[in-house]
């Protein structure tokens, strides 16, 4: 078949709601949370760009910044070199790379490795974490409800989340449509707590 009507089909199988596309391919919606983070990175994109646009505005000189696992939270990188005597915090080996690549001064979080999202969590994650002060995190979890729940389905990294958060001057959440009006088992906080920011695309809470 012609590469037109690949699309074609790819289109309507997406209006369908049996896919999600990304520039460069597609995943059964029913598989998007097993994508590696390097494959999601790419789904949304152009949203997650905008977002972190948004987000710049809580970014300052001589600041201690966090950054947690997201796919969405990376695009916010390439904008700190703006900025002077930045450090970044991150459990994420994929931020850690990412900021290496601009010469960002950036503190890896030990734990236990986890693949997918290359990063690491758990018990030791929990404990270092635990011993930071930071001016601003930049989160974003699988799912905002309707009444301002902020929730997900992965027990470890709401965990390491939450004591991010209580360690943190500001947090900014960053949503794409995607995730909107769902509420998942664990819940990690709620819109209306002290120091939490909410970004969604037209919209900052």
Excluded at 140 to 162: C, E, M, P, W
């Amino acid at each position: 078949v012609s590469e037109m009507t690949i699309r074609r089909d790819l289109v309507e199988m997406e209006k369908s709601g049996y896919i999600k596309r990304y520039r460069g391919g597609a995943i059964l919606k029913a598989n998007f949370r097993e994508m590696p983070i390097i494959e999601r990175f790419l789904v949304d994109a152009d949203e997650k760009k905008r977002l972190c646009e948004l987000a710049t505005t809580f970014l300052k000189n001589d600041s201690t910044i966090y950054i947690d696992s997201s796919s969405t939270c990376l695009y916010i990188i390439p904008h700190l070199v703006k900025y002077k005597n930045i450090t970044v915090i991150t459990n994420s080996v994929k931020a850690l790379l990412d900021a290496s690549t601009l010469h960002i001064p950036t503190i890896l979080i030990g734990g236990e490795y986890y693949e997918q999202d290359m990063c690491l969590i758990g018990s030791l994650s929990e404990d270092f974490a635990k011993g930071l002060n930071i001016d601003v995190a930049f989160m974003t979890t699988a799912a905002y409800s309707l009444d301002g729940t902020i929730s997900d389905f992965d027990l470890k990294q709401t965990a390491i989340r939450k004591i991010v958060i209580r360690n943190s001057n500001n947090t900014v959440f960053l949503f794409e449509k995607n995730k909107l009006n769902k509420k998942l088992t664990y819940t990690l906080c709620h819109k209306d707590d002290e120091r939490i920011t909410v970004i969604m695309e037209n919209d900052t809470n």
